[in-house]
């Protein structure tokens, strides 16, 4: 399996902008399918974007969509999650994944998990 470091949570205003990053181990990173997931409390874990393993074809959630961006840097082993126009709605833990083939939304074809990071939009 992968391991998976995440980055870039913090405190924001409703408006603001955050960078989340999520650096991988192993050298088959370029291979792989990638994605987002958040958990807010309370609340089942929800898918908020994906790329594939060449970072040319992306999904977003509709309830991100216009405003998160998700990108990848097979170089630097990273993944990135470019957050505007932040909601409170968007206050979650962030989590990081991989998989080994494929890409999309379903979180149950998702193999490996990175520790989250925490995002909080509060006035």
């Known amino acids: 399996q992968v391991q998976l470091v995440e980055s870039g949570g913090g405190l924001v205003q409703p408006g603001g902008s955050l960078r989340l990053s999520c650096v991988a181990s192993?050298?088959?990173?370029?291979?792989?399918?990638m994605g987002w997931f958040r958990q807010a409390p309370g609340k089942e874990r929800e898918f908020v974007a994906a790329?594939?393993?060449?970072?040319?074809?992306?999904v977003i959630a509709n309830s991100v969509k216009g405003r998160f961006t998700i990108s990848r840097d097979n170089t630097k082993n990273a993944l990135y999650l470019q957050m505007n126009n932040l909601k409170p709605g968007d206050t979650a833990i962030y989590y990081c994944?991989?998989?080994?083939?494929?890409?999309?939304?379903?979180?149950?074809?998702?193999?490996?998990w990175g520790q989250g990071t925490q995002v909080t939009v509060s006035s």
């Open positions: 790329v594939n393993w060449n970072g040319g074809n992306t």
């Open positions: 994944t991989s998989r080994r083939t494929g890409w999309g939304s379903r979180y149950t074809e998702y193999d490996s």
């Open positions: 192993g050298r088959t990173f370029s291979s792989y399918g």
